[in-house]
Protein backbone atom coordinates (compact mmCIF):
# COMPACT_ATOMS: atom_id res chain seq x y z
CA UNK A 1 0.00 0.00 0.00
CA UNK A 2 1.07 3.77 -0.11
CA UNK A 3 3.42 4.93 2.36
CA UNK A 4 3.48 9.04 3.15
CA UNK A 5 6.66 10.54 5.09
CA UNK A 6 6.35 13.46 5.81
CA UNK A 7 9.22 16.19 7.18
CA UNK A 8 10.02 17.98 9.72
CA UNK A 9 7.37 16.92 12.24
CA UNK A 10 7.97 20.27 13.95
CA UNK A 11 9.29 23.90 12.66
CA UNK A 12 10.10 27.16 14.45
CA UNK A 13 10.62 29.68 11.76
CA UNK A 14 10.77 33.64 12.25
CA UNK A 15 7.99 35.85 11.06
CA UNK A 16 8.36 36.86 7.88
CA UNK A 17 10.71 33.89 6.64
CA UNK A 18 9.61 31.21 4.41
CA UNK A 19 8.79 27.43 5.66
CA UNK A 20 9.12 24.22 3.78
CA UNK A 21 7.26 21.09 4.65
CA UNK A 22 8.40 18.06 2.35
CA UNK A 23 6.15 14.72 1.65
CA UNK A 24 7.47 11.60 0.06
CA UNK A 25 5.52 8.45 -1.12
CA UNK A 26 5.58 5.19 -2.57
CA UNK A 27 3.20 4.28 -5.08
CA UNK A 28 3.90 6.03 -8.20
CA UNK A 29 -0.05 5.33 -9.01
CA UNK A 30 -1.07 8.89 -6.97
CA UNK A 31 -2.20 11.38 -8.76
CA UNK A 32 -3.49 13.61 -6.51
CA UNK A 33 -1.60 15.36 -3.59
CA UNK A 34 -3.69 17.55 -1.20
CA UNK A 35 -2.40 19.89 1.84
CA UNK A 36 -4.63 20.39 4.91
CA UNK A 37 -3.96 23.05 7.21
CA UNK A 38 -5.42 22.13 11.06
CA UNK A 39 -5.16 24.57 13.41
CA UNK A 40 -5.93 23.69 17.50
CA UNK A 41 -8.92 21.91 18.42
CA UNK A 42 -9.93 22.94 14.65
CA UNK A 43 -10.73 20.42 11.74
CA UNK A 44 -8.32 20.46 8.63
CA UNK A 45 -9.06 22.43 6.00
CA UNK A 46 -8.16 22.63 2.43
CA UNK A 47 -5.38 24.91 2.01
CA UNK A 48 -3.89 23.76 -1.85
CA UNK A 49 -3.42 20.92 -3.94
CA UNK A 50 -1.78 19.34 -7.07
CA UNK A 51 -2.45 16.73 -10.01
CA UNK A 52 0.00 14.26 -11.16
CA UNK A 53 0.24 16.36 -14.39
CA UNK A 54 1.29 19.66 -12.96
CA UNK A 55 4.78 20.28 -11.51
CA UNK A 56 3.89 23.47 -8.99
CA UNK A 57 0.73 25.66 -7.95
CA UNK A 58 0.79 28.87 -6.16
CA UNK A 59 -1.76 30.69 -4.51
CA UNK A 60 -0.73 33.69 -2.90
CA UNK A 61 2.17 32.87 -0.36
CA UNK A 62 1.63 29.18 -0.36
CA UNK A 63 3.40 26.96 -3.66
CA UNK A 64 3.34 23.21 -3.90
CA UNK A 65 6.00 21.67 -6.27
CA UNK A 66 6.11 17.86 -6.92
CA UNK A 67 8.59 15.41 -8.75
CA UNK A 68 6.67 12.73 -10.14
CA UNK A 69 10.05 11.26 -10.71
CA UNK A 70 11.69 11.36 -7.00
CA UNK A 71 8.20 10.72 -5.40
CA UNK A 72 8.33 13.81 -3.14
CA UNK A 73 5.88 16.70 -3.00
CA UNK A 74 6.29 20.21 -0.95
CA UNK A 75 4.40 22.83 0.89
CA UNK A 76 6.01 26.54 0.45
CA UNK A 77 4.99 29.15 2.91
CA UNK A 78 6.63 32.78 2.19
CA UNK A 79 6.61 35.58 4.27
CA UNK A 80 4.90 33.56 7.09
CA UNK A 81 2.72 35.05 9.62
CA UNK A 82 1.81 34.01 12.80
CA UNK A 83 -1.81 32.68 12.09
CA UNK A 84 0.25 30.09 9.55
CA UNK A 85 0.97 28.58 13.01
CA UNK A 86 -0.84 24.83 12.95
CA UNK A 87 -0.67 21.78 11.85
CA UNK A 88 -0.13 20.79 8.43
CA UNK A 89 -0.61 17.68 6.39
CA UNK A 90 0.19 16.39 3.02
CA UNK A 91 -1.69 12.99 1.49
CA UNK A 92 -1.13 11.23 -1.55
CA UNK A 93 -4.40 9.68 -3.36
CA UNK A 94 -4.90 7.04 -6.13
CA UNK A 95 -8.34 8.09 -7.79
CA UNK A 96 -7.74 5.03 -10.23
CA UNK A 97 -9.59 1.87 -10.40
CA UNK A 98 -9.21 1.66 -6.80
CA UNK A 99 -8.92 4.67 -4.41
CA UNK A 100 -7.46 5.31 -1.20
CA UNK A 101 -6.11 8.16 0.16
CA UNK A 102 -2.80 8.21 2.90
CA UNK A 103 -2.11 10.95 4.68
CA UNK A 104 1.35 12.12 6.50
CA UNK A 105 1.91 12.29 10.04
CA UNK A 106 1.64 16.49 10.23
CA UNK A 107 4.41 19.36 10.50
CA UNK A 108 3.33 21.64 13.57
CA UNK A 109 4.81 25.27 12.44
CA UNK A 110 5.78 27.63 14.64
CA UNK A 111 6.03 31.30 13.66
CA UNK A 112 7.56 33.33 16.29
CA UNK A 113 6.47 37.15 16.04
CA UNK B 1 -24.92 25.38 4.06
CA UNK B 2 -24.16 23.74 7.40
CA UNK B 3 -21.53 21.64 5.64
CA UNK B 4 -20.76 18.13 7.09
CA UNK B 5 -22.15 18.36 11.02
CA UNK B 6 -21.28 15.69 13.45
CA UNK B 7 -22.41 14.95 16.97
CA UNK B 8 -21.32 14.67 20.24
CA UNK B 9 -18.63 16.98 20.19
CA UNK B 10 -17.09 15.57 23.35
CA UNK B 11 -17.92 11.92 25.55
CA UNK B 12 -16.82 9.75 27.71
CA UNK B 13 -17.20 6.10 27.25
CA UNK B 14 -16.70 3.69 30.03
CA UNK B 15 -14.96 0.11 28.67
CA UNK B 16 -17.50 -1.99 27.29
CA UNK B 17 -19.71 0.64 25.90
CA UNK B 18 -21.37 1.08 22.59
CA UNK B 19 -22.55 4.75 21.32
CA UNK B 20 -22.85 6.41 17.47
CA UNK B 21 -21.53 9.15 16.03
CA UNK B 22 -23.83 11.21 13.74
CA UNK B 23 -22.48 12.55 11.19
CA UNK B 24 -25.00 14.43 8.17
CA UNK B 25 -23.72 16.60 4.95
CA UNK B 26 -25.96 19.29 3.50
CA UNK B 27 -23.83 19.37 0.45
CA UNK B 28 -25.34 16.41 -1.57
CA UNK B 29 -22.34 14.72 -1.78
CA UNK B 30 -22.47 10.84 -2.41
CA UNK B 31 -18.94 10.22 -0.78
CA UNK B 32 -18.48 10.18 3.12
CA UNK B 33 -15.64 8.62 5.10
CA UNK B 34 -14.55 8.48 9.09
CA UNK B 35 -10.95 9.37 10.15
CA UNK B 36 -10.11 8.96 13.28
CA UNK B 37 -6.94 11.02 14.43
CA UNK B 38 -4.47 10.12 17.54
CA UNK B 39 -2.81 12.72 19.33
CA UNK B 40 0.42 14.36 17.43
CA UNK B 41 -0.59 11.09 14.26
CA UNK B 42 -2.01 11.84 10.91
CA UNK B 43 -5.82 10.93 10.11
CA UNK B 44 -6.69 7.11 9.69
CA UNK B 45 -9.32 6.22 7.54
CA UNK B 46 -12.10 3.85 9.36
CA UNK B 47 -14.48 3.26 6.76
CA UNK B 48 -16.43 5.58 4.16
CA UNK B 49 -18.96 5.01 1.19
CA UNK B 50 -19.50 6.43 -1.78
CA UNK B 51 -23.39 6.48 -1.94
CA UNK B 52 -26.29 5.32 -0.08
CA UNK B 53 -26.26 1.73 0.65
CA UNK B 54 -22.79 1.57 -0.26
CA UNK B 55 -20.00 1.33 1.89
CA UNK B 56 -16.64 -0.13 2.51
CA UNK B 57 -13.58 -0.48 4.97
CA UNK B 58 -10.82 1.67 5.45
CA UNK B 59 -7.20 0.83 7.06
CA UNK B 60 -8.17 1.18 11.24
CA UNK B 61 -12.12 -0.67 10.61
CA UNK B 62 -11.76 -3.43 13.67
CA UNK B 63 -14.01 -2.12 16.48
CA UNK B 64 -16.17 -0.21 14.27
CA UNK B 65 -19.44 -0.28 12.02
CA UNK B 66 -21.13 2.00 9.50
CA UNK B 67 -24.22 2.24 7.62
CA UNK B 68 -25.46 4.90 4.76
CA UNK B 69 -29.56 4.61 4.27
CA UNK B 70 -29.64 8.26 2.93
CA UNK B 71 -27.17 10.35 1.20
CA UNK B 72 -27.21 13.05 3.76
CA UNK B 73 -26.30 10.58 6.97
CA UNK B 74 -23.23 8.42 8.00
CA UNK B 75 -23.25 7.21 11.80
CA UNK B 76 -19.96 5.95 13.10
CA UNK B 77 -21.02 2.82 15.67
CA UNK B 78 -18.54 2.25 18.52
CA UNK B 79 -19.30 -1.60 19.93
CA UNK B 80 -18.01 -2.51 23.16
CA UNK B 81 -16.05 0.45 23.80
CA UNK B 82 -11.92 -0.26 24.42
CA UNK B 83 -9.11 2.02 25.27
CA UNK B 84 -7.47 2.54 21.92
CA UNK B 85 -10.59 3.74 20.66
CA UNK B 86 -9.68 7.01 22.67
CA UNK B 87 -9.40 9.29 19.49
CA UNK B 88 -10.84 12.47 17.47
CA UNK B 89 -13.21 10.98 15.11
CA UNK B 90 -13.73 13.91 12.27
CA UNK B 91 -16.20 12.86 9.50
CA UNK B 92 -15.52 14.18 6.08
CA UNK B 93 -17.46 14.40 2.62
CA UNK B 94 -16.40 15.15 -0.75
CA UNK B 95 -18.08 15.98 -4.23
CA UNK B 96 -15.75 13.36 -5.88
CA UNK B 97 -14.21 9.93 -4.31
CA UNK B 98 -11.37 11.77 -2.79
CA UNK B 99 -9.50 13.72 -5.51
CA UNK B 100 -11.21 16.62 -4.56
CA UNK B 101 -11.75 18.78 -1.85
CA UNK B 102 -12.42 16.85 1.94
CA UNK B 103 -14.62 18.78 3.61
CA UNK B 104 -14.46 17.92 7.32
CA UNK B 105 -16.43 17.82 10.28
CA UNK B 106 -15.33 19.87 13.67
CA UNK B 107 -14.64 16.52 15.14
CA UNK B 108 -15.74 14.44 17.92
CA UNK B 109 -13.70 13.89 21.28
CA UNK B 110 -14.45 10.53 22.45
CA UNK B 111 -12.29 9.13 25.52
CA UNK B 112 -12.59 5.55 26.79
CA UNK B 113 -11.99 4.97 30.31
Known amino acids: GENVEQHPSTLSVQEGDSAVIKCTYSDSASNYFPWYKQELGKRPQLIIDIRSNVGEKKDQRIAVTLNKTAKHFSLHITETQPEDSAVYFC????????????FGTGTKLQVIP | NAGVTQTPKFRILKIGQSMTLQCTQD?????MYWYRQDPGMGLKLIYYSVGAGITDKGEVPNGYNVSRSTTEDFPLRLELAAPSQTSVYFCASSYEYFSDTIYFGEGSWLTVV
Open chain 1, 91 to 102: AAVYSGGYQKVT
Open chain 2, 27 to 31: MNHNY
